[in-house]
T-cell receptor, first 111, second 118 residues
Framework: RKEVEQDPGPFNVPEGATVAFNCTYS??????FFWYRQDCRKEPKLLMS???SGNEDGRFTAQLNRASQYISLLIRDSKLSDSATYLC????????????FGQGTTLQVKP | SAVISQKPSRDICQRGTSLTIQCQVD?????MFWYRQQPGQSLTLIAT?????????ESGFVIDKFPISRPNLTFSTLTVSNMSPEDSSIYLC???????????????FGAGTRLSVL
């Protein structure tokens, strides 16, 4: 079983749609969680951290369910510029600083 | 956040040769990381480089193939040795955020080195 699992998609949605991505992780001791965004042929960039209480940043909402070891990202009112690959990322246990990446979910927003 | 300069941005190399990738950061950081992203795949950590100590390699990666230097707190190199076509990939360096414990868990990436081995 992969340490971090995501549905690779692609998700093809029209502009203005709401889309949700899910991610599961295997290590119950994991403490920090993130969503990164990677545009084609670019490096990953932090989209948002994921906190236990859930957090929102504009059109983006991230949720964490520790009991189910499940992380989600909700994008409302999708824009063409949201088209990218969204990477679910978990900080490894211990003090190594090691990030464990999911394989990414590809989103294509169409006009 | 940190500003990371990585070079070269791309290279085409012959089988059997070696390439050294450089990563320069605009602030002092304890930990630097080297990742590989193979075509169509996500990122896999190669090793963690701490200044003043040997790099720590992940399973499946060895020092002879991927020697790493970390001479100071703002610079690191990764060498891909004795290359084969299977080494064709994007190689990325990253650094932890600067600040408190929350910031340190976030990593910032260089633009990557796109390597093609013929």
């Amino acid at each position: 079983r992969k340490e971090v699992e995501q549905d690779p998609g692609p998700f093809n949605v029209p502009e203005g749609a709401t889309v949700a991505f899910n991610c599961t992780y295997s290590n119950s001791a994991s403490q920090s969680f993130f969503w990164y965004r990677q545009d084609c042929r670019k490096e990953p960039k932090l989209l948002m951290s994921v906190y236990s209480s859930g957090n929102e940043d504009g059109r983006f909402t991230a949720q964490l369910n520790r009991a189910s070891q499940y992380i989600s990202l909700l994008i409302r009112d999708s824009k063409l510029s949201d088209s990218a690959t969204y990477l679910c990322v978990v900080l490894g246990s211990g003090n190594t600083g090691k990030l464990i990446f999911g394989q990414g979910t590809t989103l294509q927003v169409k006009p | 956040s940190a500003v990371i300069s990585q070079k070269p941005s791309r290279d085409i190399c012959q089988r059997g040769t070696s390439l050294t990738i450089q990563c320069q950061v605009d602030s002092q950081v304890t930990m630097m990381f080297w990742y590989r992203q193979q075509p169509g795949q996500s990122l896999t950590l190669i090793a963690t480089a701490n200044q003043g100590s040997e790099a720590t390699y992940e399973s499946g990666f060895v020092i002879d193939k991927f020697p790493i230097s970390r001479p100071n707190l703002t610079f690191s190199t990764l060498t891909v040795s004795n290359m084969s076509p299977e080494d064709s990939s994007i190689y990325l360096c990253s650094v932890e955020g600067v600040g408190g414990p929350v910031a340190k868990n976030i990593q910032y990436f260089g633009a990557g080195t796109r390597l093609s081995v013929l």
